[in-house]
T-cell receptor
Framework: NAGVTQTPKFQVLKTGQSMTLQCAQD?????MSWYRQDPGMGLRLIHY???????DQGEVPNGYNVSRSTTEDFPLRLLSAAPSQTSVYFC?????????????FGSGTRLTVV | KNQVEQSPQSLIILEGKNCTLQ??????????LRWYKQDTGRGPVSLTI?????NTKSNGRYTATLDADTKQSSLHITASQLSDSASYIC????????????FGAGTTVTVRA
């Protein structure tokens, strides 16, 4: 049981490049979400999904796309990277909402945009 | 806007000593409050969760308290160990939406031998 797996762990992009951050969970959790963590700030929700085929925007969705074709996978796509997207990205999953079971977080992807 | 403020921003304690972290929130209505521990380079891990009807919750050497009237919570670490060095994050839910939470910026605890 691997939990929540994020890849890559580190990534450097040039401004304007696109890329996909991968997130996979093997716990059959319905709910998955993406957060970004910046110094001195709390985690901020980018996008979330309550099940396969269903996604919705969070607090800071601009510049990011998501899809949820399977229960297991929830990739985050950066359309055209900008220096403001330099951050640590966390994927989280839960059987339902966080308030009932809490999140299981991945180990994060540290992204630098130059 | 719902806010969660944590204090202090960071602290250093000697191994074996106790410490208390604070969390003040303006989230309303209130549903539950959770404390997470985040080790360096890792994702957060849940320590405790409390609903509005609970005053205290323990998890080993970690004890969380909640005063829903004053909208304050604290996390007490007893007999600290080197492995307690981490960031501790307070998360509050308003219950209106399971999926939109308010995160504090965290308190970084360093335990020294």
């Amino acid at each position: 049981n691997a939990g929540v797996t994020q890849t890559p762990k580190f990534q450097v992009l040039k401004t304007g490049q696109s890329m996909t951050l991968q997130c996979a969970q093997d716990m059959n959790h319905e709910y998955m979400s993406w957060y970004r963590q910046d110094p001195g700030m709390g985690l901020r929700l980018i996008h979330y999904s309550v099940g396969a085929g269903i996604t919705d925007q969070g607090e800071v969705p601009n510049g990011y796309n998501v899809s949820r074709s399977t229960t297991e996978d929830f990739p985050l796509r950066l359309l055209s990277a900008a220096p403001s997207q330099t951050s640590v990205y966390f994927c989280a999953s839960s059987p339902t909402g966080e308030q009932h079971y809490g999140y299981t977080f991945g180990s994060g992807t540290r992204l630098t945009v130059v | 806007k719902n806010q969660v403020e944590q204090s202090p921003q960071s602290l250093i304690i000697l191994e074996g000593k106790n410490c208390t972290l604070q969390c003040n929130y303006t989230v309303s209505p209130f549903s539950n409050l959770r404390w997470y521990k985040q080790d360096t380079g890792r994702g957060p891990v849940s320590l405790t969760i409390m609903t509005f009807s609970e005053n205290t919750k323990s998890n080993g050497r970690y004890t969380a308290t909640l005063d829903a009237d004053t909208k304050q919570s604290s996390l007490h670490i007893t007999a600290s160990q080197l492995s307690d060095s981490a960031s501790y994050i307070c998360v509050v839910s308003d219950g209106s939406n399971d999926y939109k939470l308010s995160f504090g910026a965290g308190t970084t605890v360093t335990v020294r031998a």
